[in-house]
């Protein structure tokens, strides 16, 4: 069966670091999302992407994360400057058609901000 | 935005036994997905229902859209059900999920 994959599992990084998280969503799926979990707390929704933009954000989306499409399979997450509070699971999810389907999610990338 | 309330936050079963557990939403919504993360922090989709009743092996859900909650059923648990189960929500059109705080699940033999 199908799933998305994360790279790399885990990471840790200094504070005021770039960090790119890379997700290869299931072949021809076509909404693509982002979630964090902070440790001990519910998932939270970052970032929806459809037809190479974004299609809806949350607060915590500010300026210092970016997603891009850089080709036919990847979807990746920047954080342009870590800060501690950054620390937290990463999920990306993909839906095939519609945004009203199924949402399958990665296994997640645990990143650590010291 | 909506909001999404589980219950109960804490549940101890002993193999065997059944349980129900609650999803409290505020606004019609278009998706409700119930997930299980396992002891290694991955999120295993169990139901898509947005509405209506689904079964699968041990596990069944059922979603009263008008009424808005959501019902997750487990039957004779097993040790390796142990984990947080959380629902999530999307009342827009963009698969925005809202996910509630989530029931921790343990298991004893």
């Known amino acids: 069966e199908p799933e998305v994959t994360q790279t790399p599992s885990h990471q840790v990084t200094q504070m005021g670091q770039e960090v790119i998280l890379r997700c290869v969503p299931i072949?021809?799926?076509?909404?693509f999302y982002w979630y964090r979990q902070i440790l001990g707390q519910k998932v939270e929704f970052l970032v929806s992407?459809?037809?190479?933009?974004?299609?809806?954000k949350s607060e915590i989306f500010d300026d210092q994360f970016s997603v891009e499409r850089p080709d036919g399979s990847n979807f990746t997450l920047k954080i342009r400057s870590t800060k501690l509070e950054d620390s937290a699971m990463y999920f990306c999810?993909?839906?095939?058609?519609?945004?009203?389907?199924?949402?399958?999610f990665g296994p997640g990338t645990r990143l650590l901000v010291l | 935005g909506i909001q999404v309330e589980q219950s109960p936050p804490d549940l101890i079963l002993q193999e065997g036994a059944n349980s129900t557990l609650r999803c409290n939403f505020s606004?019609?919504?278009?998706?409700l997905q119930w997930f299980h993360q396992n002891p290694w922090g991955q999120l295993i989709n169990l139901f898509y229902?947005?509405?209506g009743t689904k079964q699968n092996g041990r596990l069944s859900a059922t979603t009263v859209a008008t009424e808005r909650y959501s019902l997750l059923y487990i039957s004779s648990s097993q040790t390796t059900d142990s984990g947080v189960y959380f629902c999530?929500?999307?009342?827009?059109?963009?698969?925005?999920?809202?996910f509630g705080a989530g029931t921790q699940v343990v298991v004893t033999p």
């Open positions: 229902i947005p509405s």
């Open positions: 992407f459809y037809n190479n933009e974004i299609s809806e």
């Open positions: 606004d019609s919504v278009n998706n």
């Open positions: 999810a993909s839906t095939p058609v519609t945004a009203q389907e199924t949402q399958y």
């Open positions: 999530a929500v999307d009342s827009d059109s963009w698969g925005k999920f809202q």
């Open positions: 072949s021809n799926h076509l909404y």
